[in-house]
């Protein structure tokens, strides 16, 4: 079983930036995936970034260019840089984890972004 606890998530201005952190604990040998995900009121969770254990990384067109995933496999962390932030950008953040193709994916809890204009 994997726990997840994030952290990073608030209010910032229009054109501001936030650092999400998620820290992955449990029964953990290694990590296929890791990632954010994000659920705005009233719409779908929908794919913000991935990254792989073997350094592949995956945006959503919303965000390319203004986010940047990253991992630091020794500590099971992933972060989200999220740089000229939109209201547009405003939701839940989740994140999310795979250990391996024939495991089941873990959430975290989210965390609140918020990002006025």
């Known amino acids: 079983q994997v726990q997840l606890v994030e952290s990073g998530g608030g209010l910032v201005q229009a054109g501001g930036s936030l650092r999400l952190s998620c820290a992955a604990s449990g029964s953990i040998r290694s990590i296929l995936r890791m990632g954010w995900y994000r659920q705005a009121p009233g719409k779908q969770r929908e794919l913000v970034a991935t990254a792989t254990s073997g350094g592949g990384t995956n945006y959503a067109d919303s965000v390319k260019g203004r986010f940047t995933i990253s991992r630091d496999n020794a500590n099971n962390t992933v972060y989200l840089q999220m740089n000229s932030l939109k209201p547009e950008d405003t939701a839940v953040y989740y994140c999310?984890?795979?250990?391996?193709?024939?495991?089941?994916?873990?959430w975290g809890q989210g965390t609140q972004v918020t990002v006025s204009s």
């Open positions: 999310n984890v795979l250990l391996s193709p024939f495991s089941q994916n873990s």
